[in-house]
């Protein structure tokens, strides 16, 4: 029984990556990084690398592969030792490629990829109803609520959100990390998670349990 503490999430902007990633960092004890998140708070810090990654960010466009491959290596450094989740990279075949040269030279690996396999039209439902507070990242899927459920912050809709940038962030998730899946896919390392109408989250990530259970029992360490 393979033992599963390097996790890797691939999915389209939306695909529940994010829910999904909460759910196995809970189950897994696994640290996080999601490079989104962690690139908003920088450009609401001002910093340096915030002033770098703001201009790709509002125009929908990814940040290039050495900017990102930086803060996850950084990231990577400080947690070497910990069972992790990336969520949200790698997003180019090229950073894919990074991420294996950088383990590899610290003897170690990815365990699983989780592939959130969702249909264009639900997530671009799914990205139009999106509201995430602004102090404490909750997210909902309903343009109707201005009140944080959690924290009482600000829900509001992020620039990246709308239906033009849509367009753009489908095709290059198609054209760029798609490939990454498949990249992953042909080394044997993905557990894929089809959705296609809307499901409860409890129901997808019971689905995912069971298919992780059954990937690690396959795969010898
Ligand atoms: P997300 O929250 O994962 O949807 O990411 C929001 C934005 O951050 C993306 O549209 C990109 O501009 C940028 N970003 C996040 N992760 C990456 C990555 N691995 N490579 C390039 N850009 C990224």
């Known amino acids: 029984m393979k033992e599963l503490r390097k996790f890797v999430l691939v999915g389209a902007p939306a695909s529940g990556k994010g829910t999904q990633g909460r759910f196995l960092s809970e189950t897994f004890q696994l640290q996080t990084l999601s490079t ?17 990654a703001r201009n790709y960010m509002e125009q929908a466009c990814l940040v290039p592969d050495e900017v990102v491959n930086g803060i996850v290596e ?13 969520d949200g990279y790698p997003r180019t075949v090229a950073q ?12 170690q690996g990815i365990d699983v990829v989780v592939w959130m396999d969702v ?9 139009l109803e999106r509201r995430e507070c602004s102090q404490c ?15 009482g912050g600000a829900m509001i809709a992020r620039k990246d959100d709308n239906i033009n940038a849509f367009a753009k962030r489908w095709k290059d998730f198609e054209t760029m990390t798609l490939p990454v899946a498949r990249y992953y896919e042909e ?19 019971r689905e995912l349990m069971a298919k992780l259970e059954a ?7």
């Open 74 to 86: 950084h990231w990577l450094s400080q947690t070497s030792n910990v069972s992790w989740i990336l």
């Open 96 to 107: 894919a490629e990074n991420l294996d040269h950088f383990l590899q030279e610290k003897g």
């Open 119 to 127: 249909s264009r039209e639900l997530i671009e439902h799914r990205i």
């Open 215 to 221: 990937y690690a029992a396959s795969h010898e360490i």
């Open 36 to 52: 989104g998140a962690l690139l908003r708070k920088e450009i609401e810090l001002d910093t340096e690398l915030g002033r770098r």
């Open 137 to 151: 990242n909750y997210i909902i899927q309903d343009s109707s609520k201005t009140v944080c459920p959690v924290c």
């Open 187 to 205: 080394r044997g390392l993905v557990v894929k998670i089809s959705v296609s109408h809307e499901r409860e989250v409890s129901e997808v990530s």
